[in-house]
Every structure is written in structure tokens, then in C-alpha cells.
């Protein structure tokens, strides 16, 4: 501040504050967030795609979530080439 970088100080304090709010947000509905989307993004897996148990408690992560459409793609190269190497097209995907 002394060396007049207030302005990017106060900037930072601001990127700073508005991250931990994401972060509560997405604590609080429920969401463990490792690709750091955005909270919109979040609530639309959240709300849409996410798997939950019958209680509707959220039951994978983003990333799982992810992986899970991966595996799922991968799979269906089994019906064109039954020796298609589905581990490398989920990695791949």
C-alpha cells in the first residue's frame, strides 16, 4: 500500500474473499469441487447430473462424474470393435 499498489491490493482482497465464498457455496450444497468450476456450473451438475441416493444426498464428485460419462463413451466402441482398448479411450476422453 505504502508503494502505491493499493488498487492491486484491494483487488486481490476482493478475488480472495470472492473464492472462499464459491468454496463455502459449494460446501454448503453439498459439492466437492477439485476442477474449480464455477458456482453456476456447480449448481447445474448439482441439480442435474450429479448421482445421489435416495435421500438425495450427492454421492460422487465433479471428476467422478466426469469419468463415469468417459467409461460410458468408451463403452460403446465394444460394439464397432469388440478388442477396442476401452481403458486408454476413457483416459483418452
Do not use: H, W
Not at 10 to 29: G, H, N, P, S
Request: charged share 35%.
Amino acid at each position: 500500500m505504502v508503494r502505491g499498489y493499493s488498487a492491486m491490493a484491494k483487488a486481490y482482497i476482493l478475488y480472495r474473499k470472492q473464492r472462499t465464498d464459491v468454496r463455502e457455496y459449494k460446501k454448503c450444497i453439498g459439492v466437492q469441487d477439485n476442477l474449480k468450476l464455477s458456482i453456476n456450473a456447480s449448481r447445474v451438475l448439482e441439480q442435474r447430473y450429479l448421482l445421489k441416493d435416495e435421500s438425495g444426498q450427492i454421492l460422487e464428485t465433479p471428476s467422478e462424474l466426469f469419468r463415469r460419462v468417459a467409461r460410458s463413451i468408451a463403452e460403446v466402441e465394444r460394439n464397432f470393435n469388440p478388442t477396442a482398448d476401452v481403458k486408454s479411450l476413457e483416459e483418452e476422453f
